[in-house]
Every structure is written in structure tokens, then in C-alpha cells.
């Protein structure tokens, strides 16, 4: 219990049921390897965490972006609270430095693994929301949200051409994009295709590339500059 008072205090979380931050803390490795430990691992409030930081970050996007689209908020939430993203979080509170693993499991960098960090950081969320109630949970997660946000929204990383074709194509026709392969060239190995981007019946880009998707992306960002040109 003490590493997990000085957890407590690292991260100043001020735990009312330290035994919550433990098992946050407690990776199922650790109790492979510690049958006797009293504690179980951090699996179930990973669960209930990733629901509450789903409904916490749709809520913010939802008041952050009063006139934006469904389809741009899911995008957005995507972006923030993807596996990468939620293993920075953590990595910016040294969540890692905490964690009860198996001693395999931290031999092999565990401590760094993405998939670790962002399980571990759900997990503290949801023991926050236990121990503190929800309204200190949107608190803790919105200090993490912002600042992503914006770098977010400075890259427009949550976003490839077929993905804001999407948008676009739903918001001013009200119809989902197609795309059809047109051609298909060269051998096997080293084939090329060309596909088509429509919207309803009407061809807005045309794309090649090695595969059918990469094809499908190119005729995309061919068709939103065809859209663009249209507004302009």
C-alpha cells in the first residue's frame, strides 16, 4: 500500500478507497505471478473508465462545437481518445511509473507499452469516478482533452480524404460516397488501380494507386478539391 499512497501523492488524486487506485494500479501480470495478492486487476474499471471517457469527451465535443455534424464530432472523438493518444495521457502523468506488473511483463518494457498506459489510464478514470463521482472524473479527463484538442484540430489528424468526403458529402447532398474500380493494370505483384469517387451518380474524383484503398483515398482528396472549387 505504500507504493500506492506515494501514487496517490505523485499524481494528487487524494484517493477517499486507496484500495480503487490499487487495483487501478494492477496489472492481471501481477497477479499471475502473485496468486495470493487480494487485489484484482484493473480490467473491470478499464471498462467502466473507457464508457465514462466516452460519454465525457462527446459531451465536451457537444458543447464545445455547437454547429458541427454528427460525423465530425466521431471523427473528433476518435482522434482524442484513440489508444495512442490515451497512452500519452498517461505518459504525461507517469502513469507507468506506478503500474504493479509482472516482473516478464516489466522486463519486456511494459512500463512503456501503449497498450498498457491507455488500459491503465481508463482504469483511473473509472476509479476516480467510484471514489469521487463523475463530476471529478470530467474534470480530470478535460484537463487532458483540450490541449490535445487543439492539436487536433492544428493537424486534422482524425481526418483522411475519404473520411471528409464523407462529411461534406452527407451534410450537402445528404448521401454517402461510393467508389468503384475502374481499371486494374500491371501483374499480379505490382498491380495498379483506378477508382472512382461518386456521390449519387455523379463521378467527383478519380485516384490511382498499389491497392484499391489507396486508390479510394486519392480519388477522395481529388473529389474534395472538385468541392472545394465548386464553393469557391
Do not use: W
Not at 481518445?81 to 506506478?98: H, K, M, P, Q, W
Not at 512503456?112 to 474534470?139: H, N, T, V
Amino acid at each position: 500500500m505504500t507504493a500506492v499512497l506515494h501514487a496517490d501523492a505523485e499524481l494528487g488524486l487524494n484517493f477517499t478507497d486507496k484500495a480503487l487506485l490499487q487495483r487501478a494500479l494492477t496489472h492481471r501480470s501481477y497477479l499471475n505471478e502473485n496468486p495470493d495478492y487480494p487485489f484484482e486487476d484493473n480490467e473491470r474499471l478499464e471498462f467502466l473508465g473507457d464508457a465514462i471517457l466516452d460519454f465525457v469527451t462527446a459531451e465536451y465535443l457537444y458543447h464545445r462545437f455547437p454547429e458541427i455534424p454528427e460525423g465530425r464530432l466521431t471523427n473528433l472523438r476518435s482522434a482524442l481518445v484513440r489508444t495512442e493518444r490515451l497512452s500519452c495521457y498517461a505518459s504525461d502523468i507517469n502513469l507507468g511509473e506506478f503500474l504493479l506488473l509482472g516482473r516478464g511483463e516489466e522486463d519486456s518494457g511494459g512500463r512503456q507499452r501503449p497498450a498498457i498506459l491507455c488500459d491503465a489510464f481508463e482504469a483511473l478514470i473509472g476509479a476516480i469516478y467510484l471514489d469521487k463521482g463523475l463530476e471529478s472524473a470530467r474534470q480530470f479527463i478535460s484537463a487532458f482533452i483540450e490541449p490535445a484538442l487543439q492539436k487536433v484540430l492544428a493537424s486534422d489528424a482524425e481526418k483522411d480524404p475519404k473520411s471528409r468526403l464523407q462529411e461534406i458529402a452527407q451534410s450537402r447532398f445528404q448521401v454517402t460516397p461510393t467508389y468503384r474500380t475502374v481499371r486494374e493494370e500491371g501483374p499480379d505483384h505490382a498491380k495498379e488501380f483506378t477508382v472512382e469517387a461518386m456521390i449519387g451518380h455523379q463521378t467527383y474524383g478519380v485516384g490511382k494507386g498499389l491497392s484499391k484503398q489507396n486508390a479510394a483515398q486519392a480519388a477522395a482528396q481529388e473529389a474534395l478539391k472538385g468541392l472545394e472549387n465548386e464553393v469557391g
